[in-house]
């Protein structure tokens, strides 16, 4: 892979990929790195030596010294960006950090209308982070949301205009009384939100002149692409795009300027919440995965559905992405299952496809066929300086040479373990 100045990294599953450690390694050789939708639904973790960070909104590149941005894609809740803020200084860290005037914020009704919403769905629930996203992206798309530049050009109109909506679903839809709403509600919100005015400026004006200079951008994806409002695996999404080409309308940089994009991909599949899953283990094989891999979520604790890597899930994630290379995440945790099985084709009944279906109805009618494949014993302790792929077992190099075949994409990097240092990069290959 050639190095160009900007370069897109995706989650191509259900999220929890493990974008924040390659980004954290790559953001080495970038100049500043940008989150461009999702918000703090999103759980990053970056593991340094024997100190862990876990970033909810924060890009991943701040722990680098990097410039970090925050795009208009990003839905922000001020309280938990402060909190990041405040985790981040007392660990003696500088944050370089701009966020876009035009991002929506999370108010504390859209966080009370996510949980009410949820609960009323009864079983027909999502298993939503409840963190406000999709009330918050619903009320973008009403027109009814609160940006950043409300407080910095008025006294938030956009707020009485919110609260007289919100407060109608609380109280018509959901039944319950909402107390003390405006003055008190809208004191502590805004006096969190002035704290992080000095950070507030025009994203897309800013990246375009950094561009211009030669600086190098890295952006960075959150969720997958199996979790995107408009090709995933709807209604069992979050509310907005995940895939590469919401780095542009997230960011207002000129899709012109994006050119190369790196998929994230787990050496098998997890997913978090409720929604259609054909490859999902629910026997020992998943509960190890489970346990090896701590497939437990960042954000809300929950344990994480495990299955066989599905391949037709990830030629579908790769063409909407358009990556061309690939970094296979967490191949440490399938050392010791033998033999392994991959999804190559669905069978909806009685009918082989390789199509990933729209509805996700149909998706849960598919039945996976499975290639098997020979699993490896371990996998050599790897250290920084005898980085290497003659190292990995011959049956996970044939893994990896199997997922090349049948995406046709390349693959770059391979994690091996948590920490910065468990991470391969393909000889030849610049990112
Ligand atoms: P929401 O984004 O909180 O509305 O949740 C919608 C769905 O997306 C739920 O199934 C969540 O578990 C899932 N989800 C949202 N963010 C992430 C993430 O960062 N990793 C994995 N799953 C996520």
């Not at 066989?308 to 050392?335: E, F, P, Q």
């Not at 729209?358 to 039945?367: C, G, I, N, Q, V």
């Amino acid at each position: 892979m050639n190095s160009s100045q900007s370069l897109i990294v995706v989650g191509l599953q259900w999220g929890d990929e493990g974008k924040g450690k390659i980004v954290d390694v790559l953001s080495e050789k970038f100049d500043i790195v940008v989150r461009f939708q999702g918000g703090s639904n999103a759980g990053h973790t970056v593991i340094i030596g024997d100190k862990t960070y876990k970033f909810r909104i924060m890009p991943t590149g701040v722990v680098r010294g990097k410039k970090v941005v925050i795009g208009n894609g990003v839905v922000v809740d001020p309280v938990v960006l402060l909190e990041e803020i405040e985790a981040l200084k007392s660990a003696g860290i500088d944050i370089d950090l701009l966020i876009s005037d035009r991002a929506h914020l999370i108010t504390p009704y859209q966080i009370q209308l996510d949980d009410l919403m949820e609960t009323a769905k009864g079983n027909q629930k999502l298993g939503t982070t409840k963190r406000g996203i999709g009330p918050t992206y619903s009320d973008k798309v009403s027109r009814v949301g609160v940006r950043f530049c409300d407080f910095v050009h008025h006294k938030s109109k956009q707020w009485l205009t919110l609260e007289s909506s919100s407060k109608s679903q609380i109280e018509k839809i959901h039944g319950i009384k909402v107390e003390n709403s405006d003055a008190t509600l809208f004191d502590s919100f805004s006096s969190n939100v002035r704290k992080l005015l000095p950070y507030v400026g025009d994203c897309g004006e800013y990246l375009e002149s950094k561009f211009n200079t030669g600086s190098r951008v890295l952006f960075e994806g959150a969720q997958g692409a199996l979790l995107d409002i408009d090709h995933g695996t709807y209604p069992f999404v979050t509310s907005s795009n995940c895939v590469s080409a919401a780095a542009s309308t997230g960011t207002g940089v000129s899709f012109n300027r994006l050119n190369s994009v790196l998929g994230i991909c787990k050496a098998y599949m997890t997913r978090v919440g409720t929604g259609p899953f054909p490859t999902e283990l629910n026997d020992e094989v998943g509960k190890r995965m489970q346990n090896q891999g701590r497939e437990f979520g960042t954000v809300t604790g929950r344990p994480r559905r495990c299955g066989w890597l599905d391949l037709v899930a990830l030629k579908y994630a790769i063409r909407l992405n358009g990556c061309r290379y690939l970094a296979i995440t967490k191949v440490d945790v399938l050392s010791g299952i033998n033999p392994l099985k991959v999804c190559v084709e669905y069978d909806i009944d009685g009918i082989e496809t390789r199509s990933y279906p729209a509805s996700a109805e149909l998706l849960s009618d598919a039945t996976p066929v499975y290639d098997k494949l020979e699993g490896w014993s371990e996998i050599n302790m790897i250290s920084p300086k005898s980085k290497g792929f003659s190292n990995l077992p011959h049956q996970l190099r044939n893994y990896l040479n199997f997922i090349e075949e049948i995406t046709g994409s390349q693959i770059a990097m391979v994690s091996v373990g948590p920490d910065r240092a468990d991470t391969l990069l393909v000889p030849d290959v610049q990112i």
